[in-house]
């Protein structure tokens, strides 16, 4: 610490004295610019004396000049008078006079010119000094003008930095003090550490001589006492009967139990996946009910028609696996055998994405090829053609990592256990990388989806299958998007070491040496049950009288408990009839959805006579004597009573049947409020169930609670409680599943709902743009 600190201060001077160096150029910088600007003071003090002589000399030649124009003046006065005077005496004066006169004249003249023409010059010279005064004048102003700026911008800075000097010194002053001070206490931590690190060091000896001497007594008893190290031979060594991990085995059965739930979820997005893709095939882009489609797509929908043999033994060999994973084994990559079957049905749905690639991506280009594909839908089949291969290629890698984790199994040489760590971590990017992918595939299908919708040519089936992939894709992505926050969340649960591992060495278990034991754990469990002695029948009567009073207060929790037990196997019970009750609803939603599909060919036409008020009494016979659907004739039968359509056509005929003249306003209100309160019960029943589910797992923990102080309080108890505490233990975990369970058919309904919702707003909009069209066409007949 004190070497740093000098180093710190050392840094901070050097800093101060380049701080400094560049103040003394700055200063020196200020001072010339100083002298310039006084030289150029000077110069103008200078430029205004020599321009005042100047003016000077401009007065006098003024002066001068007007002399000179009034000289002239009176010259041409007197030459007037001269040439007046010379007419009336022409005859009295001879030849001599005149010529005298003459050559007078001429003189003058002549001294006139030359007077005139150094006026001029000295006109001129006057007009080109005055202009060049100014313009050094006008540049001397502007040169000072620019000097007094930079003049004025050098003092802030220099002022500027003559404070933030000072402040820097200030600071490393103050800085310079408490590392002063800083400095002292560090040696002084120092000096303490110093005797402390020799104390330390004779504590040490102190061990090491404790230790050695320990040691040396430990490998006598060794030597003298142990026949044979049971850890030397690694094949002798796996055979130990390790601690049993409760915990880690909980813990495994936990994880296998969530994975088991997933793999679930997955099996069903893919098979809705590949079936909606084999009926999109049927109809796009030739319907097989039209006309033949290419041999090419007849090939492909073959080989989808045979996705479930492929894809349900996934959740098969995931099923076996979790039930050999049980609180009694001990569970290690090298005991988990059905992981290989796992890894075997995987393979075969590997092998099934890599049989049909070829052909979904011939099937994409032949769509491109289609009359009915523009520009925008081929770059979004080109964009899913991609997304196709990536989801292939990415399936491939997590094969090869599954299967890199079920060699230990069978063969535990081909995996060193050093290698778990990467092969784990390696998995969960791949996962993270099928949710990317699937991500990209749904996100360019919606694209795709929109863009067929905008076709003039699209037909209600091909509507209906691209919603269907839709919601298979948005399934597969949130199922992916699980898996892969679920094994990042336990990836430190599959690196860290396992629940057994060979004693007193690193070597490797053999799968044959983990059946054997297993064996022995089984024969060592049944030995220390057999070496229990009874206790004696014979206790004190204080002692029976409390043992009386326990074996009474634990017989009222027991009660209690199967109490409590029977009310949650009713709530299961009633929690199993709500879900078939939301099945059903979720079964007529869906026919009610297609029904309604059907009729809005008719609604065109119903609507036009609703609007025109004068509805013909044949179409109200035909809408009137409408089919029922055998979920409503089983109602009718069940109730006695008939069963009112709570479609939107129902509706309309309703009030068209109630009141001849229906006004549209408060037909369409009625349409929206019917809606409105469907969405509201939906809504909350499905809070109830919500509230019902929470209330269950409130009393499941208190069972749990109450189970765990139960356990603790019968531990003296016979061989029935015991297995009555398992039976508890297992009816917990069934609820555990149950509660899993219907909170993922709670979360499937709500999904289902809110496609239900965005359903019903898309028939709204139909229904409103054919009200529109109606309105249109009706103002145009008229018009006409």
Request: net charge negative.
């Amino acid at each position: 610490m004190a070497a740093d600190l000098q180093a710190k201060y050392q840094k901070l001077a050097q800093e101060y004295s380049k701080l400094r160096a560049q103040n003394q150029v700055l200063k020196k910088a200020v001072v010339d610019e100083q002298a310039s600007s006084t030289t150029l003071k000077d110069q103008l003090k200078m430029k205004d004396q020599s321009l005042r002589k100047v003016e000077q000399e401009m007065d006098s030649l003024t002066f001068r000049n007007q002399q000179l124009a009034k000289r002239v003046e009176l010259l041409q006065e007197e030459l007037s008078v001269c040439d007046t005077k010379g007419k009336k005496n022409k005859h009295k004066i001879g030849d001599s006079p005149s010529q005298h006169n003459h050559q007078h004249q001429s003189v003058i003249n002549e001294d006139l010119q030359k007077k005139i023409e150094e006026n001029e010059r000295l006109h001129i010279q006057y007009a080109e000094a005055d202009e060049r005064h100014r313009l050094l004048e006008n540049q001397l102003r502007e040169r000072l003008d620019v000097l007094e700026k930079e003049t004025a911008q050098h003092q802030a800075i220099v002022d500027g930095l003559t404070q933030k000097y000072m402040e820097t010194i200030e600071r490393l002053q103050n800085d310079k003090a408490r590392l002063e001070v800083k400095c002292q206490t560090l040696e002084r931590e120092a000096k303490d550490c110093r005797f402390r690190t020799e104390e330390c060091q004779q504590q040490l000896k102190k061990f090491h001589i404790d230790l050695s001497s320990r040691l040396e007594q430990a490998t006598s008893i060794i030597q003298e006492k142990v026949p044979f190290n049971d850890t030397e031979n690694e094949d002798y060594n796996t055979l130990t009967v390790p601690p049993h991990n409760r915990r880690h085995q909980l813990k495994a059965r936990d994880v296998a139990g969530q994975a088991f739930v997933f793999i679930q979820d997955l099996v069903a997005a893919l098979l809705n996946f590949h079936s909606y893709t084999e009926q999109r095939v049927q109809i796009f882009p030739i319907d097989s009910a039209i006309d033949a489609i290419s041999p090419l797509n007849q090939k492909f929908s073959q080989y989808l028609h045979e996705n479930a043999a492929y894809v349900r033994p996934l959740e098969e060999g995931m099923l076996q696996l979790f039930e050999t994973i049980t609180e009694e084994t001990v569970t290690t990559l090298e005991t988990t055998s059905k992981l290989t079957g796992f890894s075997d049905h995987f393979t075969s749905y590997t092998c099934f994405l890599q049989k049909i690639l070829p052909y979904h991506l011939k099937s994409l280009e032949e769509e491109c090829d289609s009359s009915l594909c523009t520009k925008a839908l081929k770059a979004k089949n080109m964009e899913i053609y991609g997304d196709v291969k990536k989801i292939s290629l990415v399936f491939e890698k997590i094969q090869n990592y599954i299967n890199l984790l079920a060699l230990p199994s069978t063969k535990p040489q081909a995996l060193p256990p050093a290698n778990y760590n990467a092969v784990f971590t390696q998995l969960a990017a791949c996962l993270h990388g099928l949710q990317d992918v699937t991500k990209d595939l749904s996100k360019h299908y919606t694209q795709k989806a929109a863009l067929e919708q905008e076709l003039p040519t699209l037909t209600q089936k091909l509507k209906t299958t691209n919603e269907c992939i839709l919601s298979s894709l948005v399934s597969l992505t949130n199922v992916t998007g699980k898996i892969a926050t679920f094994f990042s969340n336990n990836l430190d649960f599959f690196t860290a070491s396992t629940g057994y591992r060979p004693r007193g060495g690193a070597g490797t278990m053999n799968p044959l040496h983990a059946e054997c034991m297993l064996q022995y754990k089984k024969s060592a469990a049944s030995y220390v049950q057999l070496l229990r002695k009874p206790r004696p029948e014979s206790v004190p009567y204080e002692e029976a009288l409390a043992n009386q009073r326990v074996l009474l207060s634990s017989a009222e929790s027991r009660e209690g408990l199967a109490l409590q037990v029977q009310q949650s196997q009713e709530k299961i019970a009633k929690l199993d009839q709500e879900k078939e009750h939301w099945m059903l609803e979720a079964q007529l939603a869906k026919i009610k959805l297609e029904k309604e599909n059907q009729r809005v060919s008719d609604l065109e036409s119903q609507l036009i006579g609703v609007i025109s008020r004068q509805p013909s009494p044949i179409l109200q016979e035909n809408l009137s004597i409408q089919p029922k659907t055998p979920e409503e004739e089983e109602v009718e039968r069940n109730t006695g009573q008939p069963v009112r359509s709570e479609s939107l056509i129902g509706i309309l005929l309703s009030t068209t049947n109630s009141d001849e003249v229906p006004d549209e306003e408060c037909r369409e209100q009625l349409i929206k409020n019917h809606y409105m309160a469907r969405v509201a019960d939906l809504t909350s029943q499905l809070q109830v169930a919500d509230s019902k589910a929470v209330h269950f797992y409130a009393e499941c923990r208190a069972l749990a609670k109450r189970l765990t102080l139960a356990e603790k309080s019968r531990e003296s108890l016979t061989k029935g409680m015991k297995d009555a505490n398992q039976n508890i233990s297992h009816l917990q975990d069934e609820l555990t599943t149950t509660k899993r369970s219907y909170e993922d058919q709670l979360s499937m309904m709500s999904d289902h709902l809110c496609s239900m919702n965005e359903t019903l707003t898309k028939q709204r909009e139909e229904i409103d743009t054919l009200k529109l069209v109606n309105k249109g066409n009706s103002k145009k007949n008229k018009t006409r």
